[in-house]
Every structure is written in structure tokens, then in C-alpha cells.
């Protein structure tokens, strides 16, 4: 019998935020279409961790964080060593702040939530906040997230008030960090870290949308991938 897949989450686990609960939900469902038994760890940010023992870590919603290092330390394992990665909503934004120190070299990059008169701001607030919307994407075609969702639309739950300075957009597209998914007006919603297994960051939180027997294409995605790791 083959051994459970085991999931590391990078958080602090709050039984009453409904995006906790259903990160949890969302692999279980994801871990019944696949037959297979997912075991979930949350690991909070202000302590160490093995990150070695997990074949998939999730950076959970709901920041700020205990520890804006910390979280960054785990991602930035799973960035670096091929560990399948999902960042959503907070998650997503500390995705962007890692490959920014840790890959453009800006060690003083910094998040509007945490630090909001930092001079080399990645992640801003959004001119209007998307917390409780359900909003279209529009996914680029040739990607990882287009091949998880298996088509160019979607729509999809937010629970967030910050993301990507357009500033920096660039910057990280010209080192490898892609923006793979916009909403209409085009602001982004989604991005991939190139020549990885599976590194998607999320504005929004796919795993609100999941449902027994239908769980969402992205976190199924990701779980495949943990799961053949």
C-alpha cells in the first residue's frame, strides 16, 4: 500500500477563517479523485521546520503572517529544490516577495501590509479590494495553469485587498517569474515560476471553489504533482 502523500501548509491554522478550513478540504477532495491518502501539516511561520519531508507545500491565505522570514524560508525551499508550490491570496504575494529577494537580488523588498513606507514596494494595495468577489481570469494558453484547468476561463473567489505592484511586472517576467493569468482589465491574477515542476502562485483562493467530487483544477493539479513527486 503505498504510503500517504504528505502536505506541508506555511501558516498559522485559524479554525474560523473559512479560507483555512477549506485549504484543508480542498487537498482532501483533490486526494479522493486521485485514490490516494493526502496528510496535512500546518507549519506556522515562527518556527523551524523539515521541509525536506513534505512532496508538496501550500503558503496558506490569511497574512500577516507570525513571520514574514519564515514564510519565505519555506517557500524559497520549495522554489529551489523542485517541491510542487501553491501560494494563494497571501500566499501568492509572498511568492512574489521571495523570487524578488531571492532571485532579482532586492533584498529590501517589501509587502504594503507589513511595511507600508518601505521605498521598494512588490506587493501594494489594490486600487479596489476584491475581499468576498467572484471575479473572471483569463489564463494564458501554453502554461501550467491552463493545462490544470483545461481552458482559457474561469471564474474564482477573492478574499484579498493587495497584490503585485505593476511596477515590478516586468522585472520578474524578465527573470522568469510569468504572469500566466489576468482578470479583464488585465491586472494579474495568476503566476508560474519557469523550469519548475509546479510553482503557481494565486491571487484569489482556488480552494474556496472546491467541492467533493469536483475538486478545483488547480489544487488537483498540484496535488498530482505532490503525489508523482
Same mark, same amino acid.
Given at each position: 500500500?503505498? /504510503? ?10 485559524? @479554525?474560523?477563517?473559512?479560507? +483555512? ?15 490516494? @491518502? ?41 522554489? @529551489? ?25 532586492? =533584498?529590501?523588498?517589501? +509587502? ?6 518601505? /521605498? ?47 511596477? +515590478?511586472?516586468?522585472?520578474?517576467? =524578465? ?5 500566466? =493569468? ?9 503566476? @508560474? ?16 471553489? /472546491?467541492? /467533493?467530487?469536483?475538486? +478545483? ?13
Amino acid at each position: 500500500m503505498a /504510503s500517504p502523500v504528505r502536505i506541508g501548509v506555511i501558516g498559522e491554522f485559524n @479554525e474560523r477563517n473559512v479560507t +483555512h478550513v477549506a485549504t484543508n478540504t480542498g487537498i482532501q477532495h483533490a486526494a479522493e479523485v486521485l485514490g490516494r @491518502e493526502f496528510v496535512i501539516d500546518w507549519l506556522p511561520t515562527d518556527k523551524p521546520h523539515d521541509y525536506g519531508a513534505f512532496a508538496g507545500l501550500v503558503c496558506s491565505p490569511g497574512s500577516p503572517y507570525r513571520s514574514l522570514d519564515g514564510a519565505l524560508v519555506g517557500i524559497r525551499h520549495a522554489r @529551489e529544490n523542485g517541491v510542487p508550490f501553491l501560494g494563494t491570496c497571501g500566499g501568492f504575494q509572498h511568492l512574489v516577495l521571495e523570487y524578488a529577494r531571492n532571485v532579482l537580488g532586492v =533584498a529590501d523588498a517589501e +509587502h504594503a501590509e507589513t511595511n507600508p513606507y518601505a /521605498s521598494r514596494l512588490f506587493i501594494t494595495p489594490l486600487s479596489c479590494s476584491l475581499k468576498g468577489k467572484l471575479m473572471d481570469v483569463e489564463i494564458l494558453p501554453g502554461t501550467r495553469a491552463v493545462a490544470a484547468y483545461g481552458t482559457l476561463h474561469s471564474s474564482e473567489k477573492y478574499y484579498c485587498d493587495f497584490g503585485l505592484n505593476p511596477e +515590478h511586472r516586468s522585472q520578474l517576467e =524578465a527573470a522568469g517569474f510569468k504572469v500566466t =493569468a489576468t482578470d479583464s482589465d488585465g491586472e494579474v491574477r495568476i503566476m @508560474e515560476v519557469d523550469g519548475h515542476p509546479f510553482c503557481i502562485g494565486t491571487l484569489f483562493v482556488p480552494q474556496a471553489s /472546491s467541492e /467533493s467530487g469536483k475538486p +478545483h483544477p488547480l489544487v488537483l493539479a498540484f496535488c498530482r504533482t505532490a503525489m508523482q513527486a
